[in-house]
């Protein structure tokens, strides 16, 4: 069996993403889950985007409020084309992109090719 070298899904992600001016993670209908990409995209060196429910016990925005470069927002906001501008436009500095130090050990999941 073979198995992928440790950390290269991650090292690769983390280079093609340099490449986009965010990922964006689309929250569930049922608020009550957060999609597991949103942990993984703490690890891109890029700014983040979130869309979600709106409700008050939103899942997603919960676990994003705290975290750095990401935009949360709902769908159908109003502003949400101006917020995306700015917030993809905005000199981004490594420690505002980086995940914070709870979260530092994250890791992409590795899988084995399949024969």
Known sequence: MHEWPQGS???AAVALARN????IAFGHPNS???PSKAVQYLTLPVPRVAITSGARDDALAD???DKPGWLCSELDSPALAERLGDHISRPWSADGLA???SERG???PTRSPRS
Not at 20 to 23: K, L
């Open 99 to 101: 995940p914070p130090a």
């Open 9 to 11: 899904e991650q090292t």
């Open 63 to 65: 676990y994003l409020a």
């Open 32 to 34: 009550l889950q957060m």
């Open 106 to 108: 994250l890791r992409w």
């Open 20 to 23: 986009f001016d965010a990922p």
